[in-house]
């Protein structure tokens, strides 16, 4: 279910924390500002794309957030290494359940 903020509407909450991460640290973000064909069809025209969730600008980097179980994360492994083979000079990130998970554990700690 979509999720609102003040700024945006996001396709997971997770992914509204993690925006909401970026406000409080001031990092720059953008919410899905490019999408980036992957696969081609015979005649050169593209047939699957890759779109990350943030770019942050000041470090030049695409991140793509998953929290799906670790088992299901091969779709997104296989996208980001299609994004990597066309595209070398674009840095992205995959962020997983795991990495979301310690990072917010780290937040309700210090708070």
């Given at each position: 279910m979509p999720v609102a903020t003040s700024r945006v509407l996001f396709a997971h909450e997770s992914e509204a924390s993690l925006a909401r991460l970026f406000d409080f640290y001031h990092i720059a973000w953008q919410y899905e500002?490019?999408?980036?064909?992957i696969i081609w069809d015979a005649r050169g025209r593209p047939v699957a794309f890759f779109t990350p969730d943030f770019y942050l600008p000041e470090f030049d980097l695409y991140v793509e957030l998953t929290v799906a179980k670790p088992a299901?994360?091969?779709r997104k492994n296989r996208k980001i290494r299609l994004l990597r083979s066309h595209y070398p000079a674009i840095r992205v990130?995959?962020?997983?359940?795991?990495?979301?998970?310690?990072?917010f554990a780290r937040l309700a700690e210090a708070a």
């Open positions: 500002p490019r999408s980036f064909p299901l994360n091969t990130k995959l962020f997983t359940r795991r990495d979301a998970e310690r990072v």
